[in-house]
């Protein structure tokens, strides 16, 4: 394998790890957002309950 070739690789292999860590926070944000309307919901209904 030459150098060009490994430079390649490794720039693949960066870009993938860049992808996967944006999906990650994807599902991170994704995940805040579910909960904090998760609590919206919750206020709302103990503000009817009482």
Do not use: I, P, W, Y
């Not at 994704?30 to 998760?38: H, I, R, V």
């Amino acid at each position: 394998m030459n150098k060009s070739d490994d430079n390649e690789r490794l720039e693949e292999e960066e870009l993938s790890s860049v992808g996967q860590e944006k999906t990650n926070n994807q599902t991170v944000q994704q995940s805040n957002d579910d909960e904090s309307k998760l609590q919206h919901d919750l206020a709302n209904e103990l503000k009817h309950t009482l």
